[in-house]
């Protein structure tokens, strides 16, 4: 299993940027896909994850700025971040957790958002 994150890069605040991840495996078969972000000197906190059933969680920062999708056909997680902030910039990491029940856990490279004028 692989996931591949993009569309990182350099965005003026306020702006928008997506992320994506795409998986080497079928969508559904992860039970939770997402995002999570690492900013340096902190400890990697949770963006936004969905379930395969379509429930989504988001980090308490996230406040309605940023969308969590799923593509079952291009076997894709896509991260669509609105209003970013300064203090957004970090690398960001896809992460799936593939099975139910029982279930193995992956990440994806991060991508680096900057978050600057």
């Known amino acids: 299993v692989q996931l591949q994150a993009s569309g990182g890069g350099l965005v003026q605040p306020g702006g928008p940027l997506r992320l994506s991840c795409a998986a080497s495996q079928s969508i559904p078969r992860f039970s939770v896909m997402g995002w999570y972000r690492q900013a340096p000197g902190k400890l990697r906190e949770l963006v936004a994850v969905?379930?395969?059933?379509?429930?989504?969680t988001h980090g308490d920062f996230v406040r309605g700025r940023f969308t969590i999708s799923r593509d079952n056909d291009k076997n894709t997680v896509d991260l669509q971040m609105n209003r970013l902030k300064p203090e957004d910039t970090a690398v960001y990491s896809c992460y799936g957790r593939y099975g139910y029940g029982g279930y193995d856990v992956y990440w994806g490279q991060g991508t680096q958002v900057t978050v600057s004028s």
């Open positions: 969905s379930t395969t059933g379509g429930t989504a």
